[in-house]
């Protein structure tokens, strides 16, 4: 991406330049368009339990931006000689499942003959462009909101080991297709202005991400960061996966570990699938947005606080 130039336009509201989640185009002075995809391997063994993680994964990001999914389009790699078009109808059916729950529509889409089956949407959301949430807006004082907890990446790399047990992967998909739906609801009525959702880099990743384009340092609480049931003692046993290791290398130049133990840290940078959202609040609209989503059957914790800016390009994060 360094090598290309930048796009620019007046109506490109957010692109590429600051690694947000999704594009936003103005349609009008009322309404933009929020616009992304993603896509995904299996990760469980039911076809329609994949499919719907992978829908709930793709529309995320849509929620990230404080956008609403209206519309998508399918994407699919399929292995047409070793898999059944039944196996299809099922995945096709679990992102259905994802759509009626969440309110879009997903119509048509595009397949190809791939050795490695995966299923994914181009998702469509609307927002109102003085209220879209970005990488760019957390600010001094702030509150960290996290929805979700950590730990799919290392549970779904046990499970493939045969290690992991049934309650770490009922927790782990109960985790993956919940909509991040009302998390977007709760990050705007706090007032939010900077968010993001907790996939591939880890929440050190993203979060680092987060506080250099906005001009910060941050402090995490490691002890309030949630974490799923079973995923810290298979951190311990090394279901570790590449991923998360490349994470953390990446991270480690503005990280400062403190006495934070191994496990956590590798947690902390779980390359998560179908995460929650990242946000920051000032501290009562935080702590609230918190209640409301536990009450809601979320898992949501502060997990720890916005410094100054930076006299430095910011980004550095402090673990506690």
Excluded: C
Aim: charged content about 20%; cysteine-free; proline content about 4%.
């Amino acid at each position: 991406m360094r090598r290309l130039g930048p796009t620019v336009h007046p109506d490109l509201l957010v692109g590429a330049d600051t690694g947000d989640d999704a594009a936003v185009w103005r349609l009008s002075d009322e309404r933009a368009l929020v616009v992304t995809t993603d896509f995904i391997t299996p990760l469980v063994d039911d076809a329609r339990t994949w499919g719907r993680i992978a829908a709930v994964n793709a529309v995320s990001d849509v929620y990230a931006m404080g956008g609403h999914p209206f519309l998508a389009l399918n994407i699919v790699g399929w292995n047409s000689q070793e898999l059944a078009s039944d196996l299809l109808t099922e995945v096709l059916a679990g992102g259905q499942d994802a759509a009626a729950e969440g309110g879009w529509v997903t119509v048509g889409g595009h397949t190809i003959d791939d050795p490695e089956p995966k299923y994914g949407l181009v998702a469509l959301g609307d927002v109102v462009p003085g209220q879209v949430l970005t990488n760019a807006g957390l600010r001094p004082g702030q509150a960290l909101v996290l929805t979700k907890p950590l730990g799919v990446g290392v549970i779904a790399t046990a499970v493939k080991a045969g290690e992991a047990n049934g309650q770490a992967l009922e927790a782990a998909v109960g985790s993956m297709v919940r909509l991040n739906a009302d998390a977007a609801d709760a990050a705007r009525a706090a007032g939010a202005a900077g968010a993001t959702d907790v996939t591939g880099f880890g929440l050190l990743g993203h979060l680092h991400r987060m506080a250099s384009e906005s001009g910060v340092d941050i402090e995490l609480d490691t002890a309030a960061t949630p974490v799923l049931p079973g995923a810290r003692e298979l951190a311990v046993a090394g279901f570790v996966p590449g991923g998360s290791k490349a994470n953390l290398e990446w991270v480690r130049p503005w990280l400062d570990t403190g006495e934070t133990d191994d496990a956590t840290v590798a947690l902390l940078a779980d390359a998560q699938t179908s995460g929650g959202l990242l946000f920051g609040a000032a501290p009562d609209a935080a702590e609230q947005a918190v209640a409301t989503l536990q009450g809601s059957g979320h898992d949501a914790a502060v997990i720890g606080r916005v410094g100054a800016f930076a006299a430095d390009a910011g980004g550095r994060l402090t673990l506690g």
